[in-house]
């Protein structure tokens, strides 16, 4: 299965999770593609089968600058090969920013609502103020991931 991974990242947080869950699918035997600089051409042209979204979050609960141009470039264009896809959402933020907490996160959600997309698990919230490691801390999440996306 092909998995194309969304990352948006502030500083870098949000890109090492990615990279960590591009680790572990790879591991599984899952073909990915990821690219923090990605375009919605570069991502069609993978040919993605299920999507993950690793997200932190900026200012008053909005994606982060590097994954603006893609987001708006999928709202717009709401492609009809990600209708039906598995996907799931990783979200990284600060609880101590109280309704904004992992707002990137939630917007990514609702993206993939509007795409129909089947998220197959409930969103990630990593927190910074609780963990210093989130790679570490999603690997259970990433491993019940891969257990959904594996064909029976």
Not at 1 to 7: D, E, G, H, R, T
Not at 111 to 135: H, K
Request: hydrophobic share 40%.
């Amino acid at each position: 299965m092909k998995v194309a991974i969304l990352s948006g990242s502030v500083y870098g947080t949000a890109e090492e999770v990615a990279r960590h869950a591009e680790t572990m699918l790879r591991d599984a035997d899952f073909e990915t593609f990821l690219n923090p600089r990605a375009t919605l051409a570069d991502i069609l042209s993978f040919g993605p089968q299920a999507l993950l979204a690793v997200t932190s979050t900026t200012g008053m609960g909005e994606l982060p600058d590097n994954l603006m141009p893609l987001y708006s470039m999928i709202r717009d264009q709401l492609p009809a090969s990600f209708r039906g896809l598995p996907g799931a959402v990783i979200g990284l933020g600060d609880a101590s920013y109280g309704d904004t907490f992992c707002g990137g996160g939630e917007q990514m959600c609702e993206l993939f609502a509007e795409l129909d997309v089947q998220q197959v698990l409930p969103m990630l919230r990593l927190d910074a103020s609780e963990s210093v490691t989130p790679e570490s801390d999603a690997e259970p999440w990433l491993k019940e991931l891969i257990g959904k996306l594996k064909p029976a």
